[in-house]
């Protein structure tokens, strides 16, 4: 079964960090686009980060210069390292893959075909 798994979600004071992972599982996700996005209560789910294939990276204005997405492909795991929280950061955090291998990276929500279960950030103020 693939399937794709977040785990690093918590509760954090408001300038903290956390590291969110999301670990694949049933395939491998080297040739493809991954991409984290969030969905706060009544929101809809909206693009965070995303990295290529061969590593390229694009992140939403709101997270440009506080987080950081990465990939290590011999774990097949994707990471977005979050700094400097702030309260509207607040949300559900999905992970998700692109299933085009060799794709364009995209920004798109429809362009991602497997999403893990969410993991839930909450940033204090």
């Known amino acids: 079964q693939v399937q794709l798994v977040e785990s690093g979600g918590g509760l954090v004071q408001a300038g903290g960090s956390l590291r969110l992972s999301c670990a694949g599982s049933?395939?491998?996700?080297?040739?493809?686009?991954m991409g984290w996005f969030r969905q706060a209560p009544g929101k809809e789910r909206e693009f965070v980060a995303a990295?290529?294939?061969?590593?390229?990276?694009i992140y939403a204005a709101s997270v440009k210069g506080r987080f950081t997405i990465s990939r290590h492909n011999a774990e097949n795991t994707v990471y977005l390292q979050m700094n400097s929280l702030k309260p509207e950061d607040t949300a559900v955090y999905y992970c998700?893959?692109?299933?085009?291998?060799?794709?364009?990276?995209?920004?798109?929500?429809?362009?991602?075909?497997?999403w893990g279960q969410g993991t839930q950030v909450t940033v204090s103020s």
């Open positions: 998700a893959a692109d299933l085009r291998k060799w794709g364009t990276i995209r920004d798109r929500r429809d362009e991602y075909e497997i």
């Open positions: 049933g395939r491998t996700f080297n040739s493809n686009t």
């Open positions: 990295i290529s294939w061969d590593g390229g990276k």
